[in-house]
């Protein structure tokens, strides 16, 4: 898919991109997914041609695996401030994770940046990237 194709994609549904390999990473996803009940949301590895190509769109660093990246109404979001806005969007109870927004960007930054510097090391990871079961398959970029 064309780098256009998936901005204006992400006006629809938002994507996220995550680090393929990460347990942590695929527990997210496999959160967002369970909860999303309109299947909104959209994913791809960090390490795929999709996921490559928006993070150079942007010019975000393609071989920094060490955030989460919502792509959302053609722009994107890093760190903390996409899993909250993320939670915000699956709505029900999630919404009020978002509350975390009011606390300066550099402090909720800090705890990810802790949580993402320890995670292969307390989740541990995988040889290489999720294969989705053919019934979400239809959420994956390619």
């Not at 629809?12 to 995550?18: D, K, S």
């Not at 959160?31 to 960090?46: E, G, I, N, Y």
């Not at 993070?55 to 959302?72: K, P, Q, R, Y």
């Not at 009020?96 to 995670?119: C, E, Q, T």
Request: glycine content about 8%.
């Amino acid at each position: 898919m064309l780098t256009e194709e998936l901005l204006k994609l992400s006006d629809q549904h938002p994507i996220i991109l995550f680090d393929g390999v990460c347990n942590m990473c695929d527990g997210f996803v496999q959160f967002v997914m369970k909860r999303d009940r309109a299947s909104a949301f959209r994913f791809a590895p960090l390490q795929s041609e999709a996921g490559q190509a928006l993070l150079e769109h942007f010019g975000l660093d393609g071989n920094a695996l060490d955030t989460v990246v919502l792509i959302e109404n053609g722009n994107f979001y890093t760190k903390s401030t996409a899993p909250l806005r993320t939670a915000k969007r699956i709505g029900g109870a999630w919404t009020l994770a978002y509350a975390f927004m009011i606390l300066p960007k550099a402090l909720r930054d800090w705890g990810y940046d802790f949580i993402a510097k320890n995670r292969y090391r307390w989740f541990g990871e995988k040889d290489s990237c999720m294969l989705p079961t053919p019934e979400v398959r239809a959420r994956f970029l390619s």
